[in-house]
């Protein structure tokens, strides 16, 4: 009887978290930053010399490749409206003084990852391990620091990513905000009006503008609306007065960061999204290149070019090649296309020069790299071997050079197959290590994530069975083979796909076979177990993530009111119940917190800062002390009426109190005392003591008199866990987090000696859930408490490799406690009486087996929804921190009815 | 073999009168938002003095029919008490499903006296005065009629957080339409329902033994 629930709760949690890691290890494929910085003077990546002086980059979002090709079709009515409409760049390639590729980006096409990729020339993955949370900054070697530190000045117009990626790198900067995707027009205008008298100065090296219009123009319009090409031609006029204005040793630099798809969007990797357009051009070109094929280049590309170009060294973590008709010595450029063998090895031993240092650098990286973290051995030692190969050549070029006259000279005299040979091996070497290394980290690992996904929705099937099938003692010995199999397949992970599938499920179906005869299928299934599929349903849509607060809100507000419709309750006592627990919830909405995507609509209240950050008058601050005051003698009362509070929690909400007032008046008198970090450890000190306590009397006390206080004994464990979520969230979010407790403990009187309501558990699962957005968290990154990591930590102690775990795990209980407390307190809510009686396990059971149920078919649909929008524009800000919520939530569910499971059957 | 003989009930009933009218005035209500759609207005149809004249022509409508029908007419006083009555109760159970407190407080408020005009004919149908003496031959009809409109309200309040940038996904406007739709459909089925299930005997057969039993009671 008591081994049977942590057999079974074993058993489905090792299931769910085979799944969980499984479907992770596809789905957040990471890549380890690594912080080194090149250097001009440490041996592998110097620079050739500088060729251009000023480099402009004019980059036009969205820009597709086909709208800067030509379509020279006769027939007018079959061209597109989008072509043609920038004859500049047709007139400068038909002169020859300009080049036209095709810029070929790494999903995921979003803005932000894509201006990472073109600055550092690393491929991006969701979790840059090492990279900082709480800002966008880059902090990887890239090729923007490499020229603030080799003194180049830097000015910057357009699109403000680039100020949140960069916000020390420019000398000048002109950002304009880029989230109203329905402006097509004040970046541009922005751009125009600072471009022209910026590029008369001369201070700078490098003008990055970064243009929007016609990113925004594709999301509102689509590519195919008369706006486009008016869009388009804008941009044509600007290219031309920037071209108008350039002298000789000026480059310029067109270029889209990603395409668009038929309807205006990009995000995915379809090749209208992939294929960006490229166009360089300086006036001192005239050049004829052999335009036969569609030239394409990878967007990395363009960082070891540029930093050859400008004299510096290649970022760290490059991993584009150089394209080589862009270093192109610059005597080269002004003549016809090298013909004469002469001119041809200076061309070749040149490239040989960059393509050398490039590979240098690139391998470098790869070792560094592979220190941490392994690659597949097998192509990594392909690899070494190619690169080795490269070196010898290399060494044997320059060996030859020094022999002949010419040494020191670039004009120099190696036999110029050679020179082929070598730039062949240290090409094939360069784009090994890319393709290498974008298969570790630019894709999913769709097998990896499907075999996720099928190990949880089989351990969903059998979680239902158990649901269903109340009288699961059946097969034991299996049971125990499936937890066996289970955590074997965890363990088994690198192997093989098909054996750790077969382990862990395996035990499930001969599980489902055998049960399924015995089931009463009709008779036990109620619509409550449908309830949480309809959440995990609506996760697919991202507005529903986004609104989900007031989502949660309705339905919990729904299942509170809807049974009223069929069946009128006698007793007054349930009407006013009801109305007190949909008020509190209602009361909760004050303190949801908005997220990037609602604004404008969303109006936060200010209620959820904390009182120092407030600037409002006495009025303010007393209306806030009085609805925090008002809302703990709300809970006092509730549980002195309900349950016997254990007085020694007054004492502990006391010294909490303390450090807020201690707070405030260090805020008013601008001092900071000792007694902010040492109210919070006497806190802990004496919180610990206490919780130790409560789990003395549960384990050992269990004599018969002290049996009826389980429910009790349950009731002040979880207010005192709530009293360390109230200390971490601070005064402002205090009232939010004892409403929630306030609506636990009304539901606990609401259906009391009625646990056979169908509504109830999905209410309760509801519940807990408003309890995570009532408490002023959102499910977005921009919204993590990070404030709560330092409540009794001095910065200075944060030295040890240990002082990390305090604040991680501050933070997620200020995240998901809500889930630890509902899951601790099932005991409260199931049980009518004080007395614990044998068949009252049943329906704790049932409660916990549901509760878990609800969590894990939500996890399910935010699985689900991830998989389903991997290519989805909104992944990395939606979906994927969906999930990542969703997990601790998970996480500490099962935490708190593990937990409870063992003090109930201690107690038993 | 289950049929039940249907009420021996005039055709016009003040059950079937109150349904015609509420199919009537949702189908009105439609189609005056959608000839406003035109104008540019799509998204502010329930505004204020709209949904405040509903709730007098409804109110109207409920007098008027119950002094010519019934036997104790009801008081115009109680009708304007019980629209006031309603309409806050209304006005509280949006607000604690979210609506907002205090900004857009007259939408929340138009929106009640909506949802109180909706339900207030069958109510009154059925009512002899307003409580104190229900007629329990149409009592299903009344809750079934309450039943839907709450239900079409409930489930239009699923388009608002969309993100497709309409003009009319604005708080009032889904759940109004929702509930309109709602109060319409349920009436138009009470009317057509009967049609439909009572055979030329007078038999009330539901649709899945029209197909099984022929001419057996005729």
Same mark, same amino acid.
């Given at each position: ?127 840059? /391990? ?239 790299? %592979? ?538 | 073999?289950? %049929? ?213 009671? /005729?």
């Amino acid at each position: 009887m008591k081994k049977r629930n942590l057999l079974l709760f074993s058993w489905l949690i090792l299931l769910y978290a085979n799944g969980v890691i499984y479907f992770l290890q596809g789905f957040l494929l990471t890549r380890r930053e690594i912080h080194l910085k090149s250097a001009v003077f440490d041996g592998v990546s110097c620079c050739l010399d500088s060729k251009y002086k000023q480099i402009i980059i004019l980059i036009i979002d969205a820009l597709r490749y086909d709208f800067l090709v030509y379509n020279n079709s006769t027939n007018a009515s079959s061209i597109p409206i989008y072509h043609n409409n920038l004859p500049v760049v047709q007139r400068l390639l038909k002169d020859n003084h300009g080049v036209l590729y095709q810029f070929v980006a790494d999903p995921p096409t979003s803005t932000m990852q894509r201006l990472k990729g073109i600055t550092t020339g690393s491929l991006p993955t969701f979790i840059d /391990v090492g990279s900082n949370f709480a800002s966008d900054e880059l902090i990887e070697d890239n090729l923007l620091s490499q020229m603030t530190s080799s003194g180049l000045n830097i000015t910057f117009i357009g699109d403000d990513t680039w100020l949140q990626l960069f916000p020390k790198s420019f000398q000048r900067s002109f950002p304009f905000p880029s989230f109203d995707v329905w402006d097509i027009h004040t970046v541009d205008r922005g751009v125009e009006h600072h471009l022209l008298p910026e590029m008369m100065k001369p201070d700078w090296n490098l003008l990055i503008a970064h243009c929007l219009g016609v990113d925004h123009t594709g999301h509102r319009y689509g590519p195919e609306h008369p706006v486009m090409p008016l869009k388009l031609k804008e941009m044509n006029s600007l290219i031309e007065k920037i071209v108008s204005n350039m002298n000789s040793r000026t480059l310029l630099l067109v270029m889209g960061d990603h395409g668009m798809t038929r309807s205006g969007d990009h995000g995915g990797d379809s090749p209208d999204e992939v294929n960006a357009g490229f166009f360089a051009y300086s006036p001192g070109w005239n050049i004829k290149l052999n335009n036969s094929k569609t030239r394409a280049i990878s967007q990395v590309d363009l960082v070891p070019t540029l930093s050859l170009l400008l004299g510096i060294p290649i970022p760290y973590s490059n991993l584009g090649s150089v394209i080589l008709d862009l270093v192109l010595p610059e005597q080269l450029w002004r003549e016809i296309h090298p013909s004469e063998e002469h001119e041809k090895n200076i061309a070749l031993s040149y490239f040989s020069e960059a393509l050398y240092l490039n590979t240098k650098q690139i391998w470098r990286y790869l070792e560094t790299y %592979s220190r941490d973290s392994s690659f597949p051995k097998k192509e990594f030692e392909q690899l070494r071997s190619q690169f080795d190969l490269a070196v010898h050549i290399f060494g044997r070029l320059k060996m030859e050079r020094c022999s002949s006259s010419c040494a020191s000279d670039l004009n120099c005299c190696a036999s110029s197959e050679m020179l082929e040979e070598f730039i062949q091996t240290a090409q094939i070497f360069l784009a090994e290590a890319k393709e290498m290394c974008r298969s570790m980290w630019a894709r999913f690992d769709l097998t990896s994530i499907s075999i996720g996904l099928i190990i949880f929705a089989f351990s969903l099937c059998l979680h239902a069975n158990f649901l269903i099938d109340s009288e699961s003692l059946r097969m034991r010995p299996v049971q125990c083979f499936g937890i066996m199999g289970a955590f074997l397949s965890i363990l088994v992970q690198g192997w093989s796909s098909v054996v750790s599938l077969g382990l862990s499920l395996t035990p499930v179906f001969v599980y489902l076979i055998g049960t399924i005869g015995k089931m009463r299928l009709f008779q036990q299934f109620k619509f409550a177990y449908l309830a949480p599929f309809f959440m995990a349903v609506s996760y697919t849509s991202n507005s529903f993530v986004v609104e989900e607060p007031y989502v949660v809100h309705y339905l919990t507000q729904s299942f509170i009111w809807i049974p009223m419709f069929f069946k009128r309750p006698t007793k007054n006592r349930m009407w006013i119940l009801r109305i007190a627990l949909s008020l509190s919830t209602r009361l909760g909405l004050a303190y949801f917190r908005c997220r990037e995507e609602q604004f404008p609509a969303c109006e936060a209240y200010s209620l959820h800062r904390s009182l120092t950050s407030l600037s409002g008058t006495n009025w303010v601050v007393c209306g806030r002390v009085s609805i925090a005051l008002a809302s703990c003698i709300a809970l006092y009362l509730l549980y002195k009426r309900y349950f016997s509070l254990d007085r020694q929690i007054v004492f502990i909400v006391m010294i909490v109190w303390c450090y807020w007032i201690l707070q405030v008046l260090c805020f008013m008198n601008g001092s900071d005392t000792i007694g902010l970090i040492y109210l919070p450890r006497l806190f802990y000190i004496v919180f610990i003591g206490k919780l130790s306590h409560h789990m003395y009397t549960f384990l050992f006390d269990n004599e018969l008199s002290k049996m009826p206080n389980y429910r009790e004994k349950t009731s002040n464990m979880v207010i005192l866990l709530s009293t360390l979520a109230i200390l971490l969230a601070g005064d402002g979010l205090a009232p939010g987090i004892i409403l929630t407790v306030v609506s636990l403990t009304l539901f606990s009187q609401l259906f009391t000696g009625d646990s056979s309501c169908g509504e109830m558990w999905p209410l309760y699962g509801l519940l807990s859930v408003h309890g995570f957005f009532a408490s002023g968290h959102h499910t977005s990154l921009a919204n993590v408490p990070w404030e709560t990591a330092f409540v009794g930590i001095s910065h200075s102690d944060i030295q040890s490799e240990w002082a990390n775990v305090l604040p991680v795990l501050f933070v997620s209980y200020s995240t998901a406690f809500s889930m630890l407390l509902h899951a601790m307190s099932v005991p409260i809510v199931s049980l009518s009486e004080m007395i614990l009686k044998n068949k009252d396990s049943r329906k704790l059971f049932n409660g916990w087996l549901y509760f878990l149920f609800f969590h894990a078919v939500r996890l399910f649909g935010c699985m689900g929804a991830a998989a389903l929008h991997r290519r989805h524009l909104m992944v990395w800000k939606i979906f994927a921190p969906r999930l990542l919520y969703e997990l601790l939530f998970a996480v500490y569910t099962s935490l708190g009815i593990v937990a409870s499971l063992f003090i109930f059957q201690a107690t038993m | 073999m289950q %049929s039940n003989r249907s009420r021996s009930k005039s055709r016009f009933s003040n059950e079937n009168i109150g349904c015609i009218w509420n199919v009537f005035l949702c189908f009105s209500i439609m189609f005056w938002r959608r000839m406003n759609e035109g104008n540019g207005e799509g998204g502010n149809t329930f505004q204020f003095p709209f949904c405040f004249s509903i709730l007098l022509v409804n109110i109207t409508f409920s007098y008027v029919l119950s002094y010519f029908r019934h036997k104790e007419k009801i008081e115009l006083t109680s009708l304007l008490r019980y629209g006031l009555l309603t309409s806050t109760l209304f006005h509280i159970l949006s607000v604690l499903f979210g609506a907002p407190f205090l900004k857009n407080w007259d939408r929340t408020i138009s929106f009640s006296m909506l949802l109180s005009a909706l339900i207030l004919p069958s109510v009154a149908t059925c009512a002899g005065n307003l409580g104190n003496s229900l007629n329990f031959s149409c009592f299903e009809w009344m809750g079934a009629n309450e039943l839907s409109t709450c239900f079409g309200a409930w489930l239009g309040a699923f388009v608002i957080p969309l993100d497709w940038d309409c003009s009319w996904q604005v708080w009032p406007e889904p759940v109004a339409v929702g509930a309109v739709v709602g109060c319409g459909l349920s009436s138009l089925l009470k009317l057509i329902g009967p049609a439909i299930t009572t055979n030329s005997a007078g038999y009330k057969m539901y649709w899945p033994t029209k197909y099984f039993v022929h001419e057996r009671h /005729v």
